[in-house]
């Protein structure tokens, strides 16, 4: 079932070659991500098949079938040769809603997929999945991330249904109640004193001394798992391919995946153009909308500052460069929003579509909004934004009380009478 | 698209037929289901094609397609012909995992179906998915239920993404943080003080009066679509259908809706026999488990205790004497579990699963693995839990400190060296 080798990493620069695991960065500094070339009778289960409107055949690579029948294992022939193991073979698979309630605010025909329904309740579980089910299938026994964010939470939960032992590097000061989600299954947390940010690309080269796998953002395996979002979008528009696609963007390695996943199914013929990818920051930690507005073709790192969107403030993005070649190649667009813009936007997705996201999602929908605001995006544009993350994991500690209404119980009346003051007595068609 | 009368509602126990919505407890007090009559060429798109082995060609009954391609609604011909609305359209098609690892601590062969990963991050969304969409279906504007748990918050997300009113009742003294939460999405709060048991039934009769439809826990529109999960599970294993089905118990609506489904999967000849249902409450509150104990045919309320599973502390269920039936009829059993058991099995879930589930579903596995050193389980029984909720709407303010290791950040050497001590410096095969 796994290959002996894994498939050539590349560089989406350069176009140079290397072996996976020994290399992740070219010669020229650029990430390197797996080449899969795919063939339209090897992916006839998925895209493929949707797009052509045909029948689907082609079962998961796995000896036993997948926890869900529509999780990312169906796209197996795209990714590196590995089989589900643990809350790996439940991954993806995710809702993608139409919302035509907030096509006037975003300024578009929106759609947006659901990230935060995945296992551990964001999108890293896509890359999450490919990567343990790779330490296992290549023999090792550890896996380790430098993260305490969705990432951390995502590597320690699959580590544990998969059996292996999971190091996570989080910053010093990291809040407790953070540190007790990810610790309920047990990980090894080391708090780092110091320069964290460095830590990211140095804990990649660990594995031989270590033997821990390390499995950061833009890990050519995080990116083969993050590819599946876009085959899914595909899949589901077959017939009417959006527009454009929007995410937020901390790293790079999410926006990386989508954009290779396009160029694959471009490649075998199943897109006839890339939708156009577009990519939101955080304005107080924004070194990729920084670059696109001065034009630079390179990202540099920035200085951060404090946004409600945590998750996506990385100040020297490790995938930046690429990412910004992705924009560029599709036709999208960069752009940065203040965290007043990011809370409004969280809080239409609430109330207007039933959907609690963290902040740094939100962004994605305050992003497009101003996009819209320029004229980048039009009225009529199909754009599907990728919502990252679940909000129910970032809960403040208070609130809610003013909205409120107290009610003395005595008689049901009273209850009524309470009802009919809020519906005007006739919420419905039977009254 | 929509019927113009919803099919009847009947009485499990006496079999009396009444119509919907003006009705939803028998003559003799009981509560009603909808009766629906499977034909399998009705059902080939889902539960039939998985036993039969066929392919699958009957689509959703909605105009637009759902969110999901394995969402509740490849079952529509057995729910009560709704088509679906914003989040509903998303619901259901959770993974089922097998867990070979806690086979041992469980006693028997273990599967959990992780329905933590619905929208609202619990098994009441597949209820709230049909009755939302009923709303809307027959014209209505309100929607109510009497919930501060995973009902409640479920209820107002769902009415927000479809564009109706929500009225949610609260007990007094609800947590901040738990509100928060709820309303987020938007709905009109009404903190009850004085009896709130009893407002559970009682609100049921204000649709005429008030023109909200209350959706509380048994109600037909519900038990429908709690119905769903056990069409899919016996999908899942459609070559070997589980020997039992546990499951957390509160009112009693979600073990009626599993025996509903299984009943009506044997009607139509896709099930020889129905899988045994074992139900599990926490010790300090165990209506069901003490008539099952004494050998009552009927539930009667008990004077609640504390206990961490909160969301199944229910001291007079509205349905307990169903689900007492449930498990009568198909030779299973009621058990209770003490809050010691509930945390390790959280616990074991956690770390040997990648799980995060609140304690009330971590009450099904303390209760299967009571069950086993009892003898009533055996060593060879294959088992589903259904894990109903997800453990990230539940997170204590702090703790987890203990765990950390400190690092301080001088050489990535020491990085290394603080790594091996932990993995004994051979944690992976390429060392």
Same mark, same amino acid.
């Given at each position: 079932?796994?290959?002996?080798?894994?498939?050539? &990493?590349?560089?989406?620069?350069?176009?140079?070659? $290397?072996?996976?695991?020994?290399?992740?960065?070219?010669?020229?500094?650029?990430?390197?991500?797996?080449?899969?070339?795919?063939?339209?009778?090897? $992916?006839?289960?998925?895209?493929?098949?949707?797009?052509?409107?045909?029948?689907?055949?082609?079962?998961?690579?796995?000896?036993?079938?997948?926890?869900?029948?529509?999780?990312?294992?169906?796209?197996?022939?795209?990714? +590196?040769?590995?089989?589900?193991?643990?809350?790996?073979? /439940?991954?993806?698979?995710?809702?993608?809603?139409?919302? %035509?309630?907030?096509?006037?605010?975003?300024?578009?025909?929106?759609?947006?997929?659901?990230?935060?329904?995945?296992?551990?309740?964001? $999108?890293?579980?896509?890359?999450?999945?490919?990567?343990?089910?790779?330490?296992?299938?290549?023999?090792?026994?550890?896996?380790?991330?430098?993260?305490?964010?969705?990432?951390?939470?995502?590597?320690?939960?699959?580590?544990?249904? @998969?059996?292996?032992?999971? !190091?996570?590097?989080?910053?010093?000061?990291?809040?407790?109640?953070?540190?007790?989600?990810?610790?309920?299954?047990?990980?090894?947390? $080391?708090?780092?004193?110091?320069?964290?940010?460095?830590?990211?690309?140095?804990?990649?080269?660990? %594995?031989?001394?270590?033997?821990?796998?390390?499995?950061?953002?833009?890990?050519?395996?995080?990116? @083969?798992?993050?590819?599946?979002?876009?085959?899914?979008?595909? *899949?589901?528009? !077959?017939?009417?391919?959006?527009?454009?696609?929007?995410?937020? &963007?901390?790293?790079?390695?999410?926006?990386?995946?989508?954009? =290779?996943?396009?160029?694959?199914?471009?490649?075998?013929?199943?897109?006839?153009?890339?939708?156009?990818?577009?990519?939101?920051?955080?304005?107080?930690?924004?070194?990729?909308? !920084? %670059?696109?507005?001065?034009?630079?073709?390179?990202?540099? +790192?920035?200085?951060?500052? *404090?946004?409600? !969107?945590?998750?996506?403030?990385? +100040?020297?993005?490790?995938?930046?460069?690429?990412?910004?070649?992705?924009?560029? *190649?599709?036709?999208?667009?960069?752009?940065?929003?203040?965290?007043?813009?990011?809370?409004? @936007?969280?809080?239409?997705?609430?109330?207007?579509?039933?959907?609690?996201?963290?902040?740094?999602?939100?962004?994605?929908? %305050?992003?497009?909004?101003?996009?819209?605001?320029?004229?980048?995006?039009?009225?009529?544009?199909?754009?599907?934004?990728?919502?990252?993350?679940?909000?129910? =994991?970032?809960?403040?500690?208070?609130?809610?009380?003013?909205? &409120?209404?107290? &009610?003395?119980?005595?008689?049901?009346?009273?209850?009524?009478?309470?009802?009919?003051?809020?519906?005007? /007595?006739? /919420?419905?068609?039977?009254?």
């Amino acid at each position: 079932m796994t290959p002996a080798t894994s498939p050539p &990493v590349v560089c989406y620069d350069c176009g140079s070659a $290397f072996s996976f695991p020994e290399r992740t960065r070219c010669d020229c500094g650029e990430p390197l991500w797996f080449d899969v070339e795919l063939e339209p009778g090897d $992916f006839g289960a998925a895209v493929y098949a949707a797009v052509r409107q045909e029948g689907s055949d082609v079962g998961p690579t796995a000896a036993d079938p997948p926890a869900s029948a529509t999780s990312i294992w169906r796209y197996a022939t795209g990714l +590196p040769g590995v089989a589900p193991v643990g809350l790996a073979s /439940g991954t993806g698979g995710t809702p993608l809603y139409r919302l %035509a309630a907030l096509d006037d605010y975003a300024g578009c025909t929106l759609r947006v997929k659901h990230e935060g329904v995945n296992p551990t309740g964001s $999108f890293k579980d896509r890359g999450t999945a490919v990567a343990v089910s790779h330490v296992v299938a290549t023999g090792g026994d550890w896996i380790g991330t430098v993260s305490h964010g969705n990432m951390a939470l995502s590597t320690a939960a699959y580590a544990a249904s @998969a059996g292996l032992e999971c !190091a996570v590097f989080v910053p010093a000061h990291t809040p407790a109640s953070r540190l007790e989600t990810i610790g309920k299954h047990g990980p090894h947390v $080391f708090a780092v004193d110091g320069d964290y940010g460095r830590l990211y690309e140095e804990t990649l080269a660990l %594995a031989d001394e270590t033997g821990v796998c390390f499995v950061n953002s833009d890990t050519p395996l995080r990116v @083969a798992g993050q590819k599946t979002v876009a085959y899914e979008i595909v *899949e589901a528009l !077959a017939t009417d391919p959006p527009d454009a696609i929007a995410l937020p &963007v901390s790293s790079g390695g999410h926006a990386s995946g989508v954009w =290779k996943a396009l160029r694959e199914l471009r490649a075998v013929g199943l897109l006839d153009s890339l939708p156009r990818i577009y990519l939101v920051q955080a304005a107080a930690c924004d070194p990729i909308a !920084a %670059a696109y507005r001065e034009g630079h073709a390179e990202v540099t +790192p920035v200085t951060p500052g *404090e946004t409600i !969107a945590v998750s996506i403030a990385n +100040p020297d993005p490790p995938s930046g460069t690429r990412a910004l070649a992705a924009v560029r *190649e599709t036709g999208g667009a960069v752009c940065s929003v203040d965290d007043d813009a990011i809370g409004e @936007a969280g809080e239409r997705l609430a109330t207007d579509a039933g959907l609690s996201v963290e902040p740094s999602s939100a962004t994605a929908l %305050a992003g497009v909004r101003e996009l819209a605001r320029r004229g980048e995006i039009a009225p009529d544009d199909s754009v599907v934004l990728v919502l990252t993350g679940s909000g129910y =994991k970032y809960q403040e500690a208070g609130g809610g009380d003013d909205q &409120v209404a107290s &009610v003395r119980r005595v008689t049901l009346d009273e209850i009524a009478v309470a009802l009919e003051d809020v519906t005007g /007595g006739d /919420g419905g068609q039977r009254t």
